[in-house]
């Protein structure tokens, strides 16, 4: 069998992957991109490549042996941003989980690595690929070696074989390094022969042959100006050549032997997949790992085809079970319960069917311990049953006891707390197109296995909360909201479909405007939506400079429209374009798949036990995030209305939340003056920074000071700020150290909390929500570097997301207790949507704000903003 050998740049590969996609953060607040795009080019290498071999390099640190021959080398690199940083453990982490070799060596660079590992393979009769961004790996292509070299992003490749550079360049493998010498490089500060470009070089070498020949022909070289450069740089060029030379005998403590690979450890990669949030990864990889296929003890069980009262007793687990989350559409599939009388599976239609069950399940004296009361009380709720008594959730403590670690299976729960009783549902069911609901002795035993393991997690977990001190949180926080967005579940938002109709015509209207006008424009038709169409005619037929090449042609990516923006009109038209398209796709028929037939409802689900700190999300549909920056997804909105006629939507929103939570736990005079003065706190942050008075705040500084305080709130970095107000890093960072020292308390906060942290292993919000930190006393500086951040601003973010779920309860309670009809809709990060009869707006006017601002008392008052309309649209 032939012998293959991979090896991969690790940090050029990791930087690309980073730049090359959107700056992404999973539900957790872990910075994922580069980690995702990393990932996206290993599975591809392997299924590509099937090394036999392989081996991911890295460089050891700043400092190599070059810099003894030019202490400038890399000289004027800028410091790696911490969000890339704080990713490269998991990138090692990664590599660990699919049984990846990864190598690196103090006082020398993954190139020389990458150098002397395939020249031993060469040797060894390997075939062998390099994989990397940077172009100086080229050098060692050859026969049996062959670089690829990532040029946009890390999916579209060069192949550098020598047959290719000969084709590209004129010259061999070997001449790269030449090339090198006589034009420097300015990515590794390599000074080169000022003036002698790439095409001189070629020219050059193509005439000597060797960087050597040319110097000791100097007198032949035709040009005095360029005879001069070369004879005053003569030592720099022979400097230069040695520097770009990658060392193929670096003292490698590794054997090609030992990087024989023998597959990914399945186990310990769907458990990182699971927790970065790579959710489209997972089902490529269509795996049932060895914990979901433990071997299990023998259960005994009754299958009910009589529900009888004796059944029941004062404490039960009871497990509903729903496939898919689909429980907005009752697709319950079985019951069961286990108590002191036995454990009994409950086959769903003689449940269902019985007034017995439902006397029980609504009797509030009856206790029982679920998974999941929101989704157990909402299906029932379709079949017409309350669930009542749901007294302890197993998923919920397990998340508020770890937010971090909390799986989002019975199972994986169950295995994480010493459990081994049950298998994982894809051993059960089976995945993708193979899910399928088994016989019912199979789904039964099942069934059973979970309402059993519930018992038996509730003593266990229940003593854990009140060890923590977050009993009280479980108890008087997550388990009632569990039932009010139980409530706000099942009622659903209703649609104007027709609205929404209209504004699908009216967006395919203007997209066929917009498509002629660029017609016009072109003198010809073509696919807008085609990149490769596209660049023939902005940088071909119109001329406009490109900004960059990819393997298929040229780049009409958001960046480089913006960046041609003054050049054409055609370019706002396509930038418009493209904003509707999208609009139209993802949100309008989006929407338009998932409403209610029937009733013209969305029913999204709202995620309690899911984000470290503490937020909810929505999904299916996300109704957080339709998008109202553009006038035209704002105006999607206008298709949400109340459900009943003469209703209309009403919304309140807390003010500035979470710069109130951090100057209550910060203690920061200003910014409690600020907010007890009910001044405008973005005002006033560029006052302080800028040093001006409140009359010469203009808008721009306005801007830039609220992007530093919300900045602040969610750990910023300079380079995280230069991006969001196109500012170079050192401005962003001098900016950030202002802000500083104006808010002193702020400061003492952030260190404080680092500290605390550091000694405890988690920091918490105010109701004692945790968020474990285990990597704050990582000796790996990124690693370290994330955690300080996200000890810093957990606090408030948790804190923030506390008051409001306080304050949905709260809100929830006055309704009942005013007696009135308005509902709660809809929680939008500090908002919530409401829809109410015209008759109770006045009320709500009152109560509204008065039971929001009461939900928790900080140093400074908490300020609600409300409005109302016919439309969701209407009331901001």
């Known amino acids: 069998m032939s012998k293959k050998l991979v090896l991969i740049d690790g940090n050029s590969i990791a930087y690309r992957a980073f730049f090359a996609l959107p700056l ?32 991911v390099a890295f460089d050891a640190g700043k400092t190599t042996f070059r ?35 990864q190598y690196e060596l103090e006082n020398y660079e993954a190139d020389d690595i990458i150098g002397t590992l395939s020249l031993q393979a060469e040797k060894e009769g390997f075939e062998t690929k390099v994989i990397s961004g940077d172009k100086d790996l080229t050098q060692l292509s050859s026969e049996k070696t062959t670089v690829n070299i990532t040029r946009k992003g890390i999916t579209d490749i060069e192949e550098y074989t020598p047959e290719h550079i000969k084709e590209k360049y004129g010259l061999t493998a070997e001449q790269i390094i030449d090339m090198k010498g006589l034009m420097g490089d300015a990515s590794d500060n390599i000074p080169g022969v000022p003036g002698v470009g790439e095409k001189t070089a070629i020219k050059l070498l193509k ?56 597959g990914a450890e399945n186990e310990k990669l769907v458990k990182m997949f699971k927790e970065l949030g790579f959710n ?144 994982a549902d894809a051993a059960v069911y089976g995945k993708g197109a193979k899910r399928k609901i088994p016989e019912d002795n199979i789904l039964g035993e099942h069934l059973v296995r979970k309402a059993d393991v519930l018992l038996s997690l509730k003593e266990k977990l229940e003593q854990e909360l009140w060890d923590n001190d977050q009993h009280d949180l479980f108890r008087s926080l997550e388990m009632p909201l569990s ?71 040229y780049s009409t990516s958001a960046d480089v429209l913006e960046k041609l923006a003054s050049k054409h009109k055609i ?36 995620n309690q036990a899911l984000t470290a700190t503490g937020r909810l999300s929505s999904t299916d549909p996300n109704l957080q995030n339709i998008p109202i920056r553009l006038e035209e997804g704002r105006k999607i909105r206008q298709a949400f209305v109340p459900s009943e006629t003469g209703w209309v939507i009403f919304a309140a929103d807390y003010s500035q939340i979470e710069l109130r939570v951090l100057a209550h736990i910060a203690g920061d005079e200003k910014l409690i003056d600020a907010f007890q003065n009910d001044m405008d706190i973005h005002t006033k942050t560029a006052m302080e920074v800028f040093n001006v008075g409140k009359d010469e705040v203009t808008s721009n500084m306005r801007r830039h000071a609220k992007a530093v305080n919300f900045g602040i709130v969610y750990g910023i970095s300079d380079y995280g700020l230069s991006q969001s107000l196109n500012i ?26 680092v500290k605390d942290a550091k000694a405890k292993g988690y920091v918490q919000t105010l ?87 009461n939900a928790i008392e900080l140093k400074v008052p908490l300020k609600v903003d409300f409005s109302y309309g016919p439309t969701w649209y209407d009331a901001k």
């Open 24 to 55: 992404l953060n999973n539900e957790k607040g872990i910075h994922t991109n580069a980690v995702y795009g990393f990932t996206m080019m290993l599975m591809k290498i392997l299924e590509d490549e099937k090394p036999t071999h392989i081996l």
């Open 67 to 101: 810099h003894k021959t030019f202490s400038e080398y890399k000289g004027g690199r800028q410091k790696t941003p911490p969000e890339l940083s704080e990713q490269f453990p998991f990138i090692r982490e990664l590599l660990t989980a699919y049984g990846i070799s």
């Open 207 to 262: 005439e000597y042959g060797t960087l050597e020949n040319l110097l000791d022909s100097i007198d032949q070289v035709s040009g005095n100006k360029l005879k001069e450069k070369l004879e005053e740089f003569k030592d720099q060029a022979v400097m230069s050549k040695e520097l770009a030379t990658i060392t193929r005998e670096a003292p490698v403590g590794v054997e090609l032997s030992e990087l024989e690979y023998e």
């Open 280 to 423: 489209s990864l997972l089902d490529k990889l269509g795996l049932v790992t060895e914990a979901e296929n433990v071997e299990l003890e023998d259960i005994e069980f009754k299958q009910l085809d009589q529900i009888e009262k004796g059944i029941f007793a004062k404490d039960n687990g009871f497990y509903v079970e729903v496939l898919e989350d689909n429980y907005h559409y009752a697709d319950i599939i079985g019951f069961a319960v286990v108590n002191e009388n036995g454990s009994f599976y409950l086959p769903v239609k003689i449940a269902l069917a019985s007034e017995e069950f439902k006397k029980w399940a609504e009797d509030e004296t009856s206790k029982k311990t679920v998974y999941d009361a929101k989704r157990s009380e909402v299906s029932l709720r379709h079949h017409g049953i309350h669930l009542k008594g749901a007294d302890f959730d197993v998923s919920l403590a397990s998340y508020i006891i770890n937010p971090s670690e909390s799986p989002d299976d019975l199972s994986a729960i169950a295995r994480q707390h010493g459990f081994s009783s049950v298998q």
């Open 483 to 553: 039932l009010v967005l139980a409530d706000m579940e099942y009622q659903g938002v209703k649609l104007d479909m027709n609205r929404l109709d209209n504004m699908g015509e009216e967006i395919k209207g203007r997209l066929a405007d917009i498509e002629t006008r660029i017609f016009e424009m072109t003198g010809e038709q073509f696919n807008i939506n085609s990149p490769k169409q596209l660049g023939v005619i902005l940088f071909e037929k119109l001329g406009l400079p490109a900004v960059k090449k990819t393997k298929t042609g």
């Open 571 to 606: 370019i706002e038209e396509i930038l418009n374009y493209r904003q509707l398209g999208k609009l139209q796709s993802t949100y309008i028929e989006g929407l338009q798949k998932v409403v209610n037939k029937e009733t013209e409802k969305v029913h999204t689900r709202f």
């Open 728 to 753: 170079t890093r050192k401005e962003a960072g001098e900016f950030i150290d202002r802000y500083l020292e104006s808010y002193p308390g702020v400061k003492e906060y952030m260190d404080e909390i």
């Open 767 to 853: 109701l004692h929500r945790r968020r474990y930190i285990p990597e704050i006393t990582a000796r790996n500086f990124n690693l370290r570097s994330f955690a300080e951040r996200t000890a810093m601003n957990t606090p408030i973010q948790g804190s923030a997301a506390d008051i409001i779920k306080k304050a949905m309860i709260d809100m929830a309670e006055r309704l009942r207790e005013e007696g009135i009809k308005t509902r709660l809709l809809l929680q939008v990060h500090d908002e919530l949507i409401f829809e109410a009869p015209e008759d109770e707006i006045e009320l709500l006017k009152k109560i509204v704000p008065e039971v929001m601002e």
